[in-house]
């Protein structure tokens, strides 16, 4: 983790949020190269989910929603963690954290409040900081961020930072079936931002109190929801394999105590190296959501069978993607030190072409001579996908630094190029070089930066 921590902050990837200021608790800043790498992956999982699909379509809704959409969501009364504070160190604690962490096998996620403080106390689980077990009881905390509105600063006027993406969806349904006039089941995803007030150690991106979902909720009919929730558990791995991550490092963890929404519910785990972490989200949540925005807005929220005149309220099989989990696994996937044949080591980003932030680095082998041809191909190949330019150094620091970004292609610009419009590029992983045209660049590229074949 520590070397992964590093490597993100020397290249450009990620920062410490707020850093001047000695930073503020689980929160961190996309450089450069980190917020090209999450765009990179938002297409994948537009071209994916999206552009791919049939009756697929995308919205982009408010992070501040009427606070009635909380209370039907359930959000007010029972979006909480079990915390406990250790009457030793002072520190704070989710109950259900200090057993899973103590016996992986005990399952905290299937035990009441009184069950987990009851474990607590048998066991005697220590603190993880000073070692004593002598903690408070257990008290629910609201994981919402809460904030005012207008000028008064009474309750009346709380608004609420999203939780979680999905509720913008929903509010929407009527919305998106009237104007696309599609039929079920249809589906609407969204990419935005989610806040929670979490007090846990974020694993650095893994646990944050701001980060980005790409969520896609199905709405179907009942009696199809089972398939549908079958059919996205595997969509998932098939769409985490696209991006890099190998089936033996991902599985699915079904939900032994679920939701007050959920029917099923089952995540996809990637195997970090701090363990196995949730990745993905898949519930089959019923007709719930939009029985209680039916209820709590007056507004019916129906779908009229148009060869039956059947009209019913659609289930929903939501399927949701934490961006920020997903390229903290592409990043440790990627991240190799390699062993050279020369007994060298070089530092190497790994990455499917589709999704490194630059696929091309560009280095005039000379800057006086060949500068100039290097910067008439730098401005042909910008027009088609991220390019750099090189120009400082050896060729072969030159190389190495593009290497360590996940550039998979450079090319060197010589004599060879200025006379007879030839390039020689090299693969980032083999390290192979091979001649091209100059006119052969542009589609020699493309064509391997797609998602998919
Ligand atoms: N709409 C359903 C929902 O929000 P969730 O399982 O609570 O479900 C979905 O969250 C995904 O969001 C998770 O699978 C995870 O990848 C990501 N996520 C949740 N909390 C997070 C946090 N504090 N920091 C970073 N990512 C988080």
């Known amino acids: 983790m520590k070397d992964l921590v590093d490597y993100c902050n020397n290249y450009g990837f990620i920062f410490q949020g707020s850093e001047i200021y000695g930073g503020l608790a689980n929160t961190w800043d996309y450089g450069p190269l980190g917020s090209r790498l999450k765009n990179t992956i938002k297409d994948a999982w537009r071209y994916f989910f999206i552009q791919k699909r049939d009756n697929a379509y995308e919205v982009d809704a408010d992070i501040l929603m009427n606070p009635r959409v909380w209370e039907a969501s359930g959000h007010v009364q029972s979006f909480s963690d079990p915390l406990v504070d250790c009457k030793e160190c002072k520190t704070r604690h989710r109950a259900d954290n200090l057993i899973d962490d103590f016996d992986e096998n005990a399952h905290a996620d ?101 980060f980005e979902q790409m969520e896609f909720q199905t709405f179907c009919k009942h009696g199809d929801d089972e398939d549908i929730y079958e059919y996205f558990k595997n969509y998932g791995i098939e769409f985490f394999n696209m991006l890099g991550l190998p089936k033996e490092k991902l599985r699915h963890h079904d939900h032994e105590k679920l939701a007050h929404y959920a029917k099923a519910a089952c995540d996809i785990e990637y195997l970090f190296p701090f363990g196995w972490g949730e990745i993905n989200g898949t519930h089959n949540r019923t007709d719930f959501d939009l029985s209680r925005h039916a209820e709590f807005s007056g507004k019916k929220q129906e779908y009229c069978d148009q060869t039956t005149g059947e009209k019913f309220t659609p289930y929903i099989i939501e399927s949701t993607y934490g961006l920020d989990r997903i390229t903290l696994a592409v990043l440790f996937e990627a991240y190799t030190i390699e062993e050279l044949e020369n007994g060298d080591t070089r530092e190497l980003l790994k990455i499917s072409p589709a999704l490194a932030p630059i696929k091309l680095n560009i280095c005039p082998i000379k800057k006086k001579f060949h500068s100039e041809k290097a910067k008439e191909i730098l401005a042909m190949c910008k027009k088609h996908f991220m390019t750099s330019y090189d120009e400082s150094g050896s060729i072969g620091k030159r190389y190495r630094r593009a290497d360590a970004i996940g550039t998979p292609w450079q090319i060197s610009v010589d004599e060879k190029t200025v006379e007879e419009n030839i390039v020689t590029l090299r693969d980032r992983d083999t390290m192979e070089q091979i001649e091209l045209k100059v006119e052969e660049l542009v589609p020699y590229i493309e064509e391997r930066i797609q998602f998919e074949k």
């Open 110 to 210: 299937g035990m009441t409040q009184e069950e987990m403080m009851n474990y607590i106390k048998e066991h005697n689980v220590p603190c993880p900081n000073c070692g004593k077990s002598n903690f408070t009881d257990i008290r629910q905390f609201n994981l919402m961020f809460a904030t005012q509105r207008g000028v008064t600063n009474d309750s009346a006027n709380t608004v609420y930072l999203r939780p979680e993406n999905a509720q913008g969806e929903y509010v929407n349904f009527l919305n998106v079936l009237r104007t696309t006039r599609t039929k079920l089941p249809f589906s609407i995803g969204q990419i935005g931002k989610a806040f929670r007030n979490e007090i846990t150690p974020g694993n650095f991106t893994f646990r944050t109190i701001e």
